[in-house]
């Protein structure tokens, strides 16, 4: 699956720990975007009707919608694992 759809919702104050880029750590074109994020949260305000995306600065993750995952669970489709952000 190829998400374009990029969303910034992340709400820096609800996740266990993020870090971002400094000006010490030598990347400059990476300076104040996520580093690493861990228990990820998201601000459901910020994502509005949208339901599959992945969120701004933290690509790695794809976030879908309840109603896609139950979409996707009903005809059994394996490979995926779903954690509430």
Same mark, same amino acid.
């Given at each position: $699956?190829?998400? #374009?759809? !990029?969303?910034? @919702?992340?709400?820096?104050?609800? @996740? ?5 880029? +400094? ?16 228990? #990820?949260?998201?601000?459901? +305000?910020? !994502? ?11 690509e790695i993750a794809l976030i879908v919608s309840e109603s896609i995952?139950?979409? $996707?669970?009903?005809?059994? !489709? +394996? ?7």
């Open positions: $699956m190829n998400v #374009l759809r !990029v969303v910034k @919702c992340i709400d820096d104050a609800a @996740c266990e720990e993020v870090n971002h880029w +400094t000006p010490e750590d030598g990347v400059p074109e990476k300076t104040g975007q996520y580093f690493s994020v861990y228990g #990820l949260r998201i601000d459901p +305000t910020q !994502v509005g009707g949208v339901h599959l995306f992945r969120p701004w600065g933290w995952k139950e979409a $996707m669970q009903r005809p059994g !489709v +394996t490979g995926a694992r779903f954690e509430e952000v």
